[in-house]
Nanobody, 123 residues
């Protein structure tokens, strides 16, 4: 049984930082890329960042590039999203997901999703 469990969300002031974690189990990790998506209030889900378990190549949306960093710990089977210089527009529910097609940005290609964790950035 595949499980993706996010943690680390919360409330932070503008300019602050948070680190999200996604603990994965039940996957053959070398077969997947992992993505972070978010759904801002009243908006569609959007791609944030992605990483391959094998090789560690990454991809970012333009809105978070240079502020967010995605990484993985292949021993702990955990993917992280380090979020710095947070802005009010980063407020959203953040989801991690596993993709066997390595498409990164297309949510429809992802096979498994976590339950999400709320991030609120307040001014």
């Amino acid at each position: 049984q595949v499980q993706l469990v996010e943690s680390g969300g919360g409330w932070v002031q503008v300019g602050g930082s948070l680190r999200l974690s996604c603990a994965a189990s039940g996957l053959k990790f070398s077969n997947y890329a992992m993505g972070w998506f978010r759904r801002p209030p009243g908006k569609k889900r959007e791609f944030v960042a992605g990483i391959r378990w094998s090789g560690g190549s990454t991809s970012y949306s333009d809105s978070v590039k240079d502020r967010f960093t995605v990484s993985s710990d292949n021993v702990k089977n955990t993917v992280y999203l380090q979020m710095n210089s947070l802005k009010p527009e980063d407020t959203a529910v953040y989801y991690c997901a596993a993709d066997s097609t390595y498409s990164y940005r297309y949510a429809g290609s992802y096979d498994y999703w976590g339950q999400g964790t709320q991030v609120t950035v307040s001014s």
